[in-house]
């Protein structure tokens, strides 16, 4: 079945930082990838997404990715905010006869400080 | 806009219990998806409602069942409560069946004790 691995954590980065959080799928077909935070106390909200492979999703100065030959969709920024701080799910939605039912990563929680 | 809404925010229920989350969706959605977060994991779909009827399915037993009103509005039931049913519960809505266009509301927190 579809699958999608993150990097564990926490990463703990300075303010100012570069951020790279990796995330590799599986899935058959073609599916649509995702970024999504979620900060402490409430739900998850979308951060990015790319629907095909070469897309480069970009939200906030976090981009991401489709690379279809690494089946990855890491997510990075070039200057991290301790307003980034949260945990972080890479997420797939591909087409199954004729649903698409979401599959989430386990989330990687990022702790920026001052 | 509120957003997406869930009721109640915090729940303790034991073993063998019966529960029912509540969740209204934002203005102008018209589906609502159920999704179970346990502790350190990401979400996993449940089941997802739309025109009141239950469109999609993920792996989880018939003691989880649900319900969509006409307001689109929607309820969660969890019957036969176990301890591994612990978890945050996120309903998210959107304007048809299509997830990337879904929002999150913040979650029911269930302990099973």
């Known amino acids: 079945g579809d699958s999608v691995t993150q990097m564990e954590g926490p990463v703990t980065l300075s303010e100012e930082a570069f951020l790279t959080i990796n995330c590799t799928y599986t899935a058959t077909g073609y599916p649509s990838l995702f970024w999504y935070v979620q900060y402490p106390g409430e739900g998850l909200q979308l951060l990015l997404k790319a629907t095909k492979a070469d897309d480069k999703g970009s939200n906030k100065g976090f981009e991401a990715t489709y690379r279809k030959e690494t089946t990855s969709f890491h997510l990075e920024k070039g200057s991290v905010q301790v307003s980034d701080s949260a945990v972080y799910f890479c997420a797939l939605s591909a087409a199954s006869g004729g649903s698409y039912i979401p599959t989430f990563g386990r989330g990687t929680s990022l702790i920026v400080h001052p | ?113």
């Not at chain 2, 073993?15 to 502790?39: E, I, M, N």
């Not at chain 2, 779909?45 to 509005?73: A, K, L, T």
Request: hydrophobic residues 30%; aromatic residues 12%.
């Open chain 2, 1 to 113: 806009d509120a957003g997406v809404t869930q009721s109640p925010t915090h729940l303790i229920k034991t073993r063998g219990q019966q529960v029912t989350l509540r969740c209204s969706p934002k203005s102008g959605h018209d589906t609502v998806s159920w999704y179970q977060q346990a502790l350190g994991q990401g979400p996993q779909f449940i089941f997802q409602y739309y025109e009141e009827e239950e469109r999609q399915r993920g792996n989880f037993p018939d003691r989880f069942s649900g319900h969509q009103f006409p307001n689109y509005s929607s309820e969660l039931n969890v019957n036969a409560l176990l301890l591994g049913d612990s978890a945050l519960y996120l309903c998210a809505s959107s304007f048809g069946r299509a997830v990337e266009t879904q929002y999150f509301g913040p979650g029911t927190r269930l302990l099973v004790l």
